[in-house]
């Protein structure tokens, strides 16, 4: 599964679109700023829909600047060598975007008041995400089955390495006045509740008209139809989209449909293994 990778500090990361020096320098020597807002996840957690929450909270609920402007540009990727020419002329406060475990994540956070927000899902529906998204995605090896994909998952031989270990990494942020967590399924459940938590952890006093519109722009059928969300602009040797979309179900529980119950049960045992210390944490514990 880490054909097309490179390793730094034991961590496989995407060969074809990152480079080693770009990660050196994110982690020794970029400035975070005390304005600066992350979206940190594991892949395939929703990172794009809470970009598309916090761009649409950054303009009062305005949809004009996430129609007019990719989503790439208006939280641009800390990992990516492009995104660090974009983050030099960003207007603060700036958005930036993170798969990065807590580890490799820029020295500078620590001492700066910048904000992190962390979504995270539960981790069978992301593993079919990724499954699907494999298939399309040029830079990511496209695995034999989801068999062989859950395999490799479990050991942590994917891209951004372990699941288990980058959750608890940055749950182990839980209580700091600049970490916010939540999870997907939350907000699937409630998604205008959960924008007021982050409205409120951000600080921003959002109108009940402003608030009605994130939720009403940032629903997956209007990012679906927002070629600015939707990664429709990528070309065609990164993304084939004749071979599915980046906004493809957007549900919780799709992985009843894929998994058979032996891969629920093995699932299952590593799960246990792994996440005892933080059983109960997450909505999928119930
Ligand atoms: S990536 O490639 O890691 O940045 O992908 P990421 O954005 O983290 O996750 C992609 C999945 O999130 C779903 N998505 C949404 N679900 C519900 N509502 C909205 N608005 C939304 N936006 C993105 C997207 O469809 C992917 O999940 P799957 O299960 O594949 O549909």
Request: aromatic share 14%; with cysteine; charged share 25%.
């Amino acid at each position: 599964m880490l054909r097309h990778s490179f390793s730094y500090k034991g961590i496989p990361l995407p060969a074809e679109i990152y480079d080693p020096e770009t990660i050196d320098f994110v982690g020794n020597r970029f400035q975070v700023l005390d304005d600066d807002a992350f979206t940190v996840t594991y892949p395939k957690s929703g990172t794009n829909w809470m970009i598309e929450i916090l761009s649409l909270i950054w303009q009062q609920g305005d949809p004009s600047w996430c129609r007019s402007v990719p989503i790439w540009d208006r939280s641009p990727w800390l990992e990516s060598p492009n995104a660090l020419e974009k983050l030099k002329s960003a207007k603060p406060p700036r958005l930036i975007s993170s798969h990065l475990p807590i580890q490799l994540f820029p020295k500078s956070f620590w001492g700066s008041k910048a904000k992190v927000i962390y979504t995270f899902r539960n981790p069978k529906d992301l593993l079919v995400s990724l499954y699907h998204f494999s298939k399309l995605a040029n830079f990511l090896e496209e695995p034999e089955s989801l068999e062989e994909l859950l395999g490799a998952f479990l050991q942590g031989e994917v891209l951004y390495g372990s699941w288990f270990d980058h959750v608890k990494g940055w749950l182990g942020l839980r209580g700091r006045e600049n970490f916010f967590c939540i999870s997907y399924e939350e907000l699937q459940e409630d998604l205008r509740g959960s924008v007021g938590r982050i409205c409120r952890f951000l600080g921003k006093d959002l109108s009940d008209a402003a608030l009605a519109s994130v939720v009403q722009n940032a629903s997956f059928q209007a990012m679906r139809d927002n070629p600015m969300a939707n990664y429709s602009l990528l070309p065609g040797n990164i993304l084939d989209k004749t071979k599915g979309s980046f906004l493809r179900k957007g549900v919780v529980g799709d992985w009843k449909n894929h998994f058979t119950v032996a891969q629920s049960e093995r699932f299952g045992r590593a799960y246990q293994e792994r996440m005892q210390d933080l059983a109960g944490t997450f909505p999928w514990d119930e």
